[in-house]
């Protein structure tokens, strides 16, 4: 299950990048600018790729697959990364495009925020639990 993630957030991370390439030099985006699009690769490898791969590390000296807090970590935790990913990227290619963003995509991304958190959250439960065995 991790692993498979991993690998999908890989993927997605590096297509990220392409993307905010491509996209940027179609749409004529100065070179240099900063926008929140180009934040969408970093913030998918990192925490899709980098976290993940942490944590695979922890399943191998601490089995916390076994705990009861595993799933909802697991599931919540992605659940954050896709939607402030998504959110990045929405509101980035609106920039791109020279349109205003809304309130409703800062709070997507807020959304997705508060699942990152509340994922490590169970995260630090789950190794707290785990170290004291």
């Known amino acids: 299950m ?11 991370g590096l297509a990220a990048g392409l993307f905010y390439r491509e996209f940027t030099k179609l749409n004529g985006f100065e070179e240099g600018m900063h926008g929140q699009l180009g934040l969408a690769h970093t913030h998918i490898l990192t925490l899709g790729v980098i976290v993940l791969l942490v944590v695979m590390a922890l ?37 791109v495009i020279g349109h205003e963003s809304s309130k409703m995509i800062a709070g997507i991304a807020g959304t997705g925020h508060m699942l990152l958190g509340a994922g490590f959250v169970l995260l630090l439960l789950m190794l707290r639990k785990a170290v004291s065995r």
């Open 59 to 95: 399943e191998k000296s601490f089995t916390l697959s076994v705990g009861r807090l595993f799933r909802w970590f697991f599931w919540i935790y992605n659940a954050g990364v896709v939607v402030t990913a998504v959110g990045l990227v929405w509101h980035g290619m609106l920039q």
């Open 2 to 12: 991790l692993l498979a993630a991993v690998t999908g957030y890989t993927l997605i």
